[in-house]
């Protein structure tokens, strides 16, 4: 065995041209100048899949390269290696883990059905919480793979043993797909990937030209850090479900442009909405989105019937699967995507015929406010027919946006930076790689195409002896052009309350740079040799920053090491029996759930309003209350051992952000109180017991009353 040393440092309707006439007729039945509109050769299908597989293995390369650099990962244990899946990753990782541990698949895969580990004592359905399907998919597809090269005898992984350093014992590391940890890290690559080909398939879809392909993956590289961050976090959920985000607003682009009538279309449709579903808790509110634009579109008649209702049908199709693959999940059954596809299929079906009735353009104006009275109203019931209030926490969220609301469980959540507004910093950073100036440039261009069109339109159809027979004041208008600006307006105004969104917001803005490359919004520029020469002056402009952007990234050169949390970790395994109830801070119960198998009660995912209760009760420790209080807290939801961390008992990233200040909003009557956490980490207070301790962390026995537990052999750093 080879032994290393680490690094120091840390339809559309083309109307045909009448015969034997000497002026071309445009896409939008109106006369044109050869000069004005040169059409564009759609690039092969072939050439355009291999340039998009070409750009997704470089994203791949990119990132996987990104996050070694960033925790020299390739020389770290399997205990430090599980470490670094800090909060909700560790927890996901951990059901990978069980489904490769089980003696077999079926074996895991009821151990995540029927769970009692995570919530301690209750037992849940982990596949009906949590969405987690990417580790069922990658727990079965290594299971397969070590069955299939042992079989062959083939070698998949190298190890070798690693001198750590700093009175450090040595390690043993594995790299390569035979182990369980690359394995899973090669799904999130190949999850990278498919963002990156998409992105291309998608910029080249709305330009329809090639080089719009390539300027969205441009601007999405050169502005790496504020779309994506799959390279520091490789097992959140956006970074698996991110790539079926761009499927979906590709698939709408194509039939919104061709509406087809073939029922393979919403089958299609509605699979990529099934899978989007079954991959992230938070896509039923991109789904929602979506479906408000397109229904829009339809009642301003920007889009046929048709076309509305592929998309309609095919989103109900994959959100009923959805809720079967994930065992009836309350959250999706109650949520504004159920509300929302209820809402449109009775307006729909009963209250459309009835306004059309209505004066024009009463009619349309009272379409759109039924759309979101009956998808509210629909939520509403939902809600109350199956019992659900787990995402009020998002309405909170919202609220205290706008308004000077606030409880415990929306400060939680605003306090950390993910939550809070999008920074200027990030602006300016789009600013600087000239995306966002670009994006802009090109929505003028646009605007002026579509009002030059809908006057053309105006015009001809008031020529007309009988002003009904002309053409659509929409003609000609690219329906698939303003879904994607209307999408994008909606994911701004998401970025800008929500700054985590972002990644939704600067992946839109790379796909709207790609109309740089569309001819027919430039027609001021007569020659196409101009409109190359801007595009390429614009481009070279965002490489200036752009490139300065991915050289900083891949300098970044460090090496985890966290000794603190290692001995905790090996102290429970150690010194705990099994069926040890551990609370305690969120992130730090994920790394104890992942590496020791202990029950607890408390988690980082806090989508469910159970689990946000007890993790409150579980945080009274970082109140004013009273010991012997937060005690007989502890000590009814069954916990053995209670976990504190120091930087948690002074925790404040800005003012009224500490753990205590969040107690001081939710109890102001004990505001003039000591807070307690402090005392317990540095003393041994009754009716506590002290039976860990080191520079960052402290467990707490919590002994029962009725039945004295003798205390652990004490350990101090």
């Not at 919104?256 to 808790?281: D, E, H, K, N």
């Not at 994911?491 to 490359?517: D, E, G, H, N, Y």
């Amino acid at each position: 065995m080879a032994v290393k040393h680490r690094r120091s440092g840390d339809d559309r309707t083309t109307s045909k041209p009448k015969k034997n006439s000497n002026t071309p007729i445009s896409d939008t039945g109106i006369k044109t100048d050869v000069k004005q509109e040169e059409r564009q050769t759609p690039p092969s299908r072939a050439v355009v899949l291999v340039c998009a597989i070409c750009c997704g293995l470089l994203h791949s390369y990119h990132v996987s390269s990104l996050f070694e650099n960033d925790r020299h990962f390739s020389h770290l244990s399997d205990l430090e290696r599980e470490m670094t899946f800090r909060t909700e990753m560790g927890l996901y990782y951990s059901y990978y883990k069980t489904l490769v541990e089980a003696d077999n698949f079926v074996v895991g895969l009821n151990r995540l059905v029927v769970d009692n580990l995570t919530e301690y004592p209750d037992t849940i359905n982990t596949l009906r919480r949590f969405n987690l399907y990417p580790e069922v998919v990658l727990g079965g597809g290594y299971r397969m793979f070590t069955h299939i090269t042992t079989w062959l005898g083939l070698e998949t992984k190298v190890c070798w043993q690693v001198n750590r350093g700093h009175d450090l014992l040595p390690v043993v590391s594995c790299e390569g797909l035979g182990d369980p940890m690359y394995f899973y890290l090669a799904g999130a690559w190949f999850s990278a990937a498919l963002t990156v080909a998409l992105l291309f398939l998608y910029g080249t879809q709305l330009s329809e030209n090639l080089l719009g392909g390539f300027i969205t993956v441009l601007c999405f590289f050169f502005n790496h850090g504020e779309a994506t961050r799959i390279q520091w976090t490789p097992p959140l959920r956006e970074s698996f479900a991110y790539p079926w985000s761009l499927a979906l607003g590709f698939a709408v682009t194509i039939v919104l442009r061709r509406p087809l009538t073939s029922w393979i279309y919403p089958i299609l449709l509605g699979t990529i909405v099934m899978i989007y579903l079954l991959l992230w808790q938070f896509a039923q509110f991109t789904v929602v989105t979506t479906l408000a634009i397109v229904y829009v579109m339809y009642t301003v008649e920007l889009i046929p019937a048709k076309a509305m209702l592929v998309i309609l049908l095919g989103t109900t199709f994959g959100f009923l699967n959805g809720v079967v693959l994930q065992f009836g999940n309350n959250l999706l059954l109650a949520s504004p995507l159920a509300g929302c596809i209820l809402g449109l299929l009775l307006l729909y079906v009963f209250l459309e015929p009835l306004i059309q009735h209505l004066p024009y353009p009463t009619n349309k104006g009272t379409q759109l406010a039924f759309l979101f009275i009956s998808s509210a109203a629909c939520k509403i019931e939902l809600s109350q027919v199956f019992g659900v209030d787990h995402d009020t926490h998002i309405l909170n969220i919202l609220r205290s946006k706008l308004s000077n609301y606030t409880d415990f469980h929306t400060l939680l959540y605003t306090c950390s930076p993910e939550f809070d507004f999008l920074p200027m910093e990030s602006l300016m950073k789009l600013c600087e790689t000239l995306l966002i100036p670009c994006v802009t440039f090109i929505g003028g261009a646009v605007l002026v195409n579509f009002l030059s069109l809908m006057r053309q339109n105006l015009i001809q159809r008031m020529a007309q002896e009988n002003q009904t027979s002309g053409p659509s004041v929409w003609s000609g208008v690219d329906p698939g052009v303003v879904f994607n600006v209307l999408q994008l307006a909606v994911f701004t105004v998401m970025a800008l309350l929500i700054m985590r969104l972002k990644l939704f917001f600067t992946p839109q803005l790379c796909v709207m740079a790609s109309l740089l490359a569309s001819r027919k919004y430039w027609r001021i520029i007569k020659r196409k040799e101009m409109h190359f020469a801007l595009m390429a002056v614009i481009v070279g402009g965002m490489c200036v920053r752009g490139f300065k952007n991915m050289s900083e990234q891949r300098a970044i050169v460090g090496e985890y090491a966290n000794p603190e949390l290692e001995e905790l970790i090996e102290w429970v395994r150690a010194e705990t029996s099994q069926d040890s109830v551990f609370a305690g801070p969120m992130p730090t119960m994920a790394n104890l759930l992942l590496s020791t198998r202990r029950p607890i009660v408390n988690h980082p995912h806090y989508e469910n309003a159970g689990l946000r209760k007890r993790t409150k009760d579980v945080y009274s420790i970082f109140s004013r209350r009273t010991a012997k209080s937060v005690h007989e807290t502890l000590l009814n939801m069954k916990v053995n051992f209670v976990v504190l961390q120091e930087s948690w008992c002074q925790r404040r990233n800005r003012p009224g952000c500490g753990m205590v200040d969040l107690w001081d909003v939710e109890e102001p009557s004990n505001r003039n109180k000591a807070p307690l956490c402090p005392k317990l980490f540095h003393r041994n207070p009754a009716p506590f017991q002290r039976v860990f301790g080191n520079d960052q962390y402290v467990v707490l026995q919590v002994p029962s009353r009725y039945v004295e537990i003798p205390p652990l052999r004490a350990h101090s750093a």
